[in-house]
C-alpha cells in the first residue's frame, strides 16, 4: 500500500484547511485510515480515523468538533476536514493505514503504512 498525501499549507489561526490521502496498491477490508501529527520537539499524536468497512470514525479530544475525516471509497482517498485552526494544530501531518482494534486506534504502532507527511502551519 502507498499512501500520497497533499493539502497542507500555511493558515491563520481560525481558517481551514483540507488534507487528502490517496491510497494505491492493495488495500484491506479490515482496514483504517487516519491522521497522526508531529510538532517541533513534540511526540507523534493521533488526529482522526475512519474504517474502511462501515465508515466509524475516531478523534483526539484535541480535534473533536473541528476535524472531519471522511472517505471515499471509489477513489481509495481519505481527507481532513480541518476547521477552527489554531497555531497548535501547527505539525507534520501523516496519512496512516492498518488494521487497529478499536483499543489501539490511537496507537502508531497499529498502522502498517505511513504517507511521507504535509506539513500544516498555522499563524496567529
Known amino acids: 500500500v502507498q499512501l500520497q498525501a497533499s493539502g497542507g499549507g500555511l493558515v491563520q489561526a481560525g481558517g481551514s484547511l483540507r488534507l487528502s490521502c490517496a491510497a494505491s496498491g492493495r488495500t484491506f477490508i479490515n482496514y483504517a485510515m487516519g491522521w497522526f501529527r508531529q510538532a517541533p520537539g513534540k511526540e507523534r499524536e493521533f488526529v482522526a480515523a475512519i474504517r474502511w468497512s462501515g465508515g466509524s470514525t475516531y478523534y483526539a479530544d484535541s480535534v473533536k468538533g473541528r476535524f472531519t475525516i471522511s472517505r471515499d471509497n471509489a477513489k481509495s482517498t481519505v481527507y481532513l476536514q480541518m476547521d477552527s485552526l489554531k497555531p497548535e494544530d501547527t505539525a507534520v501531518y501523516y496519512c496512516?493505514?492498518?488494521?487497529?482494534?478499536?483499543?489501539?486506534?490511537?496507537?502508531?504502532?497499529?498502522?502498517?503504512?505511513w504517507g511521507q507527511g504535509t506539513l500544516v502551519t498555522v499563524s496567529s
Open positions: 496512516v493505514a492498518g488494521p487497529p482494534s478499536d483499543n489501539s486506534i490511537w496507537d502508531p504502532t497499529s498502522y502498517h503504512y
